[in-house]
């Protein structure tokens, strides 16, 4: 339950209720196998799980373990942070029994993320012949041919969903991209005709617009846009595939006239004033941008995304006293909406300046709309000033959330974390999870720790085989000998004791002297 007005606590409180419940339901009768699933989910989701893998291995089976407990237990493991010991569980049980396509799906889902598409096409084929009927099925074993090359099959297989269920949004759009990437425009329109027969929304009206600049029919595509725009239901993929296609066509006018036309509209699209301000607000006088945010504040919550995109520029373009008035002025709206409070998180830590992150965002645990990226800010923010209880806990917390961008820089933090204390598994499958790693210096530097950690636990090699690793590790990150960087210097020096620690022999000390001496500047 994670509605508006409960916070994480309450969440909590409300999944510790829910295992009572069903302990009970398990007296009632300790046989039924739904019931000991149900509760070793919920374990596993409030992260206890040494609880959870009891709860799936309960011993009113006399060790006969139900297949779907068994897929639980695979399941748990993955959610863990061990994903290669739960697909090797879970591969396992289908294979005991391969009408299981709830174990199949779940190994659809970790095999795409791990971009083993070979066995994401094999996984997406049996769930096809266990439900043939099933259109989301077929839907994946498109993708999972699409993303093999295979653009011939996938574009049949997207068909067959499509034609067995024309309202299946993302059958429909994937066909349709891939026809007009392909040129064929015809068998695009054909598509979107049909989506028109069964859609009624926004994103509809996205690809009819691609469609459009496609067949160079400008003037329909601008008429196109302004009904998207006009529209208060249009999400922020649709806005931005507006804001890129005519962008593309070289019509800036037309957009920026079309966007400010939508806010001063009787219901205006409250993304149209941050998409106004993400695109022509640094082109304009400062003073222009803040007219319109004070004419778009009679609109309420609906200027808080314009406002939010605003508080972005500033600190992208470093304009902190401008930002903070900003902040000290709109406060208690900023404090009181979960995308804004984020942003100002954001904000704070884009000009470094991470007490007042921390302050700021002291409050996550009882506000509902605590995400893995504010997790991951209020980490770093922690790190950086000193206050840090346990990092390592609030990324294990972010897992559990609803997975946003910022999960794979908490799987690249976890990996770290576990390389650090020698569970070598963990630490391989954090980072596996964590890939394509994030593209920021800090997590490419601690990968190439973490590469060098289990290198040498593996016993691949020893400690001068792994010199390399480290030296890419400075070349990545040339701060780290700054004053301001103390805990990744911390966290350099950390690898390399437990390096020391993993290759034992009679000149680890010498090595670890070499180490020191190329550090010592610090």
């Known amino acids: 339950d994670r509605s508006p007005s409960r916070g994480l606590g309450d969440v909590y409180k409300r999944q510790e209720e829910a295992v009572a419940a069903i302990d009970t339901a398990i007296k009632l009768d300790p046989h039924r196998a739904e019931s000991h699933d149900e509760k070793a989910r919920l374990l596993a989701l409030a992260g206890c ?5 009891t709860a799936a291995k309960p011993e009113e089976f006399s060790g006969q373990i139900p297949i779907l407990l068994r897929g639980r237990e695979a399941w748990i493991h993955a959610i863990d942070g061990n994903l290669t010991l739960g ?14 396509y709830a174990g199949w799906q779940w190994l659809a889902e970790w095999y795409a993320h791990t971009e083993n598409l070979a066995a994401y096409e094999k996984a997406v084929t049996e769930m096809v012949r266990l439900a043939p009927s099933d259109v989301f099925a077929r839907g994946h074993l ?7 090359a295979d653009r011939l099959g996938a574009k049949t297989e997207f068909r067959r969903a499509l034609d067995s269920s024309p309202d299946y949004w993302f059958a429909g759009a994937q066909l349709f991209e891939m026809h007009l990437e392909d040129a064929e425009l015809d068998e695009a329109a054909e598509t979107l005709e049909v989506l028109n027969a069964h859609q009624d929304n926004p994103q509809v009206l996205a690809l009819e617009l691609k469609l459009r600049f496609r067949q160079e029919d400008q003037d329909t595509a601008v008429q196109v846009a302004t009904e998207i725009c006009a529209n208060r239901t249009a999400n922020r993929w649709t806005l931005n595939t507006v804001a890129e296609e005519m962008l593309n066509a070289r019509l800036p006018e037309h957009l920026e006239e079309i966007l400010l036309r939508s806010m001063s ?26 007219s319109h945010l004070k004419d778009w504040q009679g609109l309420g919550d609906d200027a808080l995304p314009a406002v939010a995109a605003y508080l972005e520029l500033l600190a992208e373009d470093g304009k902190t006293n401008e930002l903070e008035a900003l902040i000290e002025r709109e406060r208690d709206a900023l404090h009181g909406n979960d995308t804004t409070w984020t942003t100002v998180g954001s ?36 790190r950086k000033t000193g206050t840090s209880e346990d990092t390592v806990e609030l990324s294990r917390k972010a897992l559990r959330l609803e997975p946003d961008c910022a999960i794979g820089a908490h799987n690249v933090l976890l990996s770290f974390a576990e390389a650090v204390n020698g569970n070598t598994e963990k630490a391989d499958d954090h980072l596996t999870r964590a890939k394509p790693l994030p593209d920021m210096p800090y997590y490419q530097f601690l990968a190439q720790l973490i590469y060098a950690m289990l290198k040498v636990q593996r016993g691949e090699c020893g400690l001068f085989g792994i010199n390399e690793n480290l030296k890419c590790a400075r070349k990545i990150y040339p701060w780290l000998y700054h004053h301001s960087e103390r805990e990744t210097f911390k966290d350099y020096k950390r690898c390399v004791k437990r ?17 020191w001496i190329r550090t010592a500047k610090w």
């Open 347 to 382: 904000a704070f830590s884009t000009l470094d300046q991470h007490q007042k992150v921390c302050e700021w965002l002291a409050d996550w645990e009882e506000r509902p709309g605590a995400t893995p990226y504010v997790l991951l800010l209020l980490a770093l923010s922690q």
């Open 49 to 53: 799980v040494d609880e959870a893998f």
């Open 499 to 515: 390096l020391a620690h993993d290759c034992r022999s009679w000149w680890t000390p010498l090595w670890r002297v070499l180490q």
């Open 265 to 290: 509209g009787i219901e205006p699209n409250p993304l149209c004033g941050a998409l106004w301000v993400e695109h022509f607000a640094r082109e304009r006088e400062s003073t222009v941008a803040e």
């Open 142 to 148: 498109a993708d999972a041919k699409r993303r093999l």
């Open 87 to 100: 697909i090797l569980v879970m591969e396992a049980v289908v294979t005991e029994d391969p009408s299981y």
